[in-house]
């Protein structure tokens, strides 16, 4: 069993930056990929980045250049560093564990989601 918590999200300028967490449970974090999703409003939930237990990255075309996933095996936690947000990335963002790939389809772990919302 795995519990994921994540935290960070918040109202931010469009332009500006944040960078979300996610607290993993168990001694064996190291063995899952983690991954971050999104939903927006009426919207399917989409993968925004996925990083193996190698450390190997993947990320949707729209934020490319922008996000940035890591993890920390020893703290059990996964980041998402999101830069030059736009109003199009507010969404309810989740972190999602597998050990599976997960750019295949998410795995089986669910955190509870924080919201992201870029406004003026």
């Known amino acids: 069993q795995v519990q994921l918590v994540e935290s960070g999200g918040g109202l931010v300028q469009p332009g500006g930056s944040l960078r979300l967490s996610c607290a993993a449970s168990?001694?064996?974090?190291?063995?899952?990929?983690m991954a971050w999703f999104r939903q927006a409003p009426g919207k399917q939930r989409e993968l925004v980045a996925a990083i193996s237990n190698g450390g190997s990255t993947n990320y949707a075309d729209s934020v490319k250049g922008r996000f940035t996933i890591s993890r920390d095996n020893a703290k059990n936690t996964v980041y998402l560093r999101m830069n030059s947000l736009k109003s199009e990335d507010t969404a309810a963002y989740y972190c999602?564990?597998?050990?599976?790939?997960?750019?295949?389809?998410?795995?089986?772990?669910w955190g509870q989601g924080t919201q992201v919302t870029v406004s003026s």
């Open positions: 999602n564990a597998g050990l599976i790939p997960l750019t295949v389809r998410p795995g089986q772990y």
């Open positions: 168990g001694s064996a974090f190291r063995a899952y990929n």
